[in-house]
């Protein structure tokens, strides 16, 4: 009967320290403060919607720039299309 009492008492021990190394108390008082949870969430939408915002400014700023070399170097194909879609879209304003 001893014997597995000491057994349990490991298993409790290294529950525990499971528990311990998950930090479940620290999430469960994060969780349960709906303050900060909402700010929390609140700045992290902020910083996502920045980055996205920066990153597809850089990716246009690169599309116009390849699509400006395009046009400069007359690659025949690409150069036609291009311009075909310049003057449809100046004919419909």
Request: proline content about 1%.
């Amino acid at each position: 009967m001893e014997e597995i009492m000491i057994r349990l008492n490991r298993q409790v021990d290294r529950l525990l320290g499971s528990l311990e190394r998950m930090q479940l108390e620290e999430y469960l008082n994060y969780v349960r403060d709906w303050k900060r949870l909402l700010w929390v969430n609140f700045v992290a939408g902020l910083a996502r919607g920045l980055g996205m915002a920066i990153g597809f400014t850089i990716l246009g700023a690169a599309a116009v720039v390849l699509l400006q070399r395009i046009v400069v170097d007359n690659i025949p194909w690409i150069g036609d299309f291009l311009a075909e879609v310049i003057r449809m879209a100046q004919q419909k304003l």
